[in-house]
């Protein structure tokens, strides 16, 4: 909400990525304003309702893991493959590594409210259309409606691998990594791009 002080809202939120990180994608309001030393009124008056909690959440996330992927691709003088493969194994490694708050934000939250679930989907949308319009500005993809079905293709097919990886981590990392840039390259080669 404006007029809201930024450090306290970035307080709140670090408290609420403490207690789910540490409880679980199941965790309660009542326990992050717990953690953040406050009651759950204080909580929602900072955010609007939960719905706000939980879009600052997904905008603080989904923006740090964006951010993290850029450079990954965009990288200058690295082919195709090695820019999918660095992107796509950056993606892995934050998702497993912060698997509860992974959960919360696009099973929970996205479960429990349909305009958290739009402002995820947007988000990730986003990245779709970064990456089209990075294929088609770099000639990767000539048909510049092709790069954008390519690049939401590709964000779409990673997303839920990932997803499913988390559920098989007995499938070694690499082998994941290998078969979505696999299929990446497969899409960018067929002498359709």
């Known amino acids: 909400m404006s007029g809201r002080d930024p450090d306290r809202r970035r307080a709140l939120l670090d408290a609420a990525d403490r207690v789910i990180l540490s409880e679980g994608p199941e965790v309660s309001m009542a326990a992050i304003a717990v953690e953040a030393g406050i009651t759950k009124p204080i909580l929602y008056r900072h955010f609007g309702d939960k719905s706000g909690l939980y879009e600052a959440l997904a905008d603080r996330h989904v923006r740090t893991v964006i951010s993290l992927l850029r450079p990954k691709l965009a990288e200058t003088g690295a082919d195709v493959r090695a820019r999918a493969g660095a992107a796509i194994g950056v993606y892995l490694d934050l998702v497993s590594a912060n698997l509860n708050l992974y959960r919360f934000l696009f099973h929970r939250a996205g479960a429990e409210d349909t305009r958290v679930r739009s402002h995820m989907t947007s988000l990730v949308r986003s990245l779709g259309e970064e990456l089209g319009g990075m294929l088609s500005a770099e000639r990767v993809v000539r048909d510049p409606v092709r790069a954008q079905v390519l690049g ?42």
């Open 152 to 193: 939401h293709a590709f964000v779409g097919m990673v997303q839920t691998t990932g997803d499913w990886w988390l559920e098989h981590q007995e499938v070694d990392r690499a082998q994941v990594v290998e078969g979505l840039v696999d299929v990446i390259a497969a899409a960018l080669t067929s002498g359709r791009a």
